[in-house]
């Protein structure tokens, strides 16, 4: 688990931006009924591909789950690129809510590479890159700034 808050000298932050605008889009939730948004993006670092992520929020619940591909992205098989899957949300002793590594929640097409798990992702090289985006996205895209500045307060235990 990783406890989500504004961080300076991260690294090369600056150089992230979005390729192009991210991908809105609605879908109902099999578990509530309710329609949700979710967004579809992609991150350069220095003008160059570096992540493409899928973020769906699930408003029953107040949490949004990621899903950040990372490597070279060279085609057609994408055979070095890994999916990590993060989810922003309350978790059990905390009020505020927090970023945990989960497992992807899709995994289909080449572009996805590898989906990695919680205990490989914690393994991973990538690991510390994958926060940094993360980090930035939660800065730079509405959904997740929502998600984790917006938040209601925890709910009480009852």
Same mark, same amino acid.
């Given at each position: 688990m990783k406890r989500?808050?504004?961080?300076?000298?991260?690294?090369? #932050?600056?150089?992230? %931006? =979005?390729?192009?605008?991210?991908?809105q889009r609605f879908q109902t939730c099999d578990d509530c009924g309710e329609e949700h948004e979710g967004r579809t993006g992609f991150v350069q670092l220095g003008g160059r591909p570096h992540a493409v992520y899928f973020a769906d929020w699930y408003p029953h619940t107040y949490e949004t789950y990621v899903d950040v591909v990372m490597g070279s992205f060279a085609g057609p098989?994408? #055979?070095?690129?890994? %999916? =990590?899957?993060?989810?922003?949300?309350?978790v059990d002793g905390q009020a505020e809510i927090a970023a945990s590594l989960v497992p992807p929640l899709r995994h289909s097409g080449a572009i996805m590479g590898r989906a990695i798990d919680r205990e490989a992702a914690l393994q991973h090289p990538l690991l510390p890159d994958m926060w940094r985006v993360t980090d930035w996205l939660v800065e730079n895209d509405d959904l997740l700034h929502r998600t984790v500045f917006h938040a209601p307060p925890r709910p009480a235990a009852g």
């Open positions: 989500w808050g504004r961080r300076t000298g991260v690294g090369a #932050d600056a150089e992230f %931006t =979005f390729d192009g605008t991210p991908d098989d994408h #055979d070095d690129n890994v %999916t =990590f899957g993060c989810r922003y949300g309350h």
